[in-house]
């Protein structure tokens, strides 16, 4: 039987995670006496494994300072979200969306730039964990828009990179996709715009989650 594999991003695609994720970059640099960098340019960084995404926020620092960050942010993000101050809302619509993508036979997965234990806290959270065969971190994969996730979640489903498609609102998803040789759709209610995930390689970027399910259907 073939398999129809749809794997998803999280921030930015599931959930809107911009706010705790701004947050806690402002706390992790005020620690090390840097300046807060840019709200704009930390979503736009969203997606990638953390110590890449500190690179590029922070590039004339030096590596120390960097992992120094990197660490006050993780014990930042985590306090916040042990102590229930996380905001990370579904966006609407998509929870329909999983379902009706579920009874139609997709089998569907996760590719992200969290942690494991933040991808599923933010999963039980909703009350969706139950929806996904594969969970995809870069606690265990190279940062997008490396392959290895895609490679990864294929593989956990038994699926080929034909009948397999990434979602994501971001270059760095859209160009995993490609690297892995997988069908990619943007979403254009994240944190790139249309014409860079075009740009990228989507085939198509959708305004909502019920014209995903049109796409895709």
Known sequence: ??????????????????????????????????AAPDHHQVRRIVGLSLPQAIRL???????????????AYREIFR??????????PLF?????????????????????????????HCLATHGISGHFVTLQTADRHPSKPHPAM???????????????????????????????GVRAIGVDWGYHTPHELLDAGAETVVRSPAELLEVLQ
């Open 79 to 88: 306090a916040a979200r042990e102590a229930g101050q996380l905001a990370e």
């Open 57 to 71: 926020l922070a590039p004339d620092a030096e590596e120390p300072v960097r992992a120094e960050i990197d660490r």
């Open 150 to 180: 895609l490679e990864a979640a294929m593989a956990d489903a038994l699926a080929d990179a034909a009948q397999s498609v990434m979602i994501g609102d971001t270059q760095f998803d859209i160009l995993m996709a490609v690297n892995a």
């Open 1 to 34: 039987m073939t398999v129809k594999l749809a794997v998803f991003d999280c921030d930015g695609t599931l959930v809107d995670g911009q706010g705790g994720v701004c947050a806690s970059m402002d706390a992790a640099f005020a620690a090390v006496g840097l």
């Open 92 to 120: 609407p619509g998509i929870r329909a969306c999983l379902d009706s993508l579920r009874d139609a036979g997709w089998t569907l997965g996760v590719a992200t730039g969290k942690s494991d234990r933040g991808l599923e």
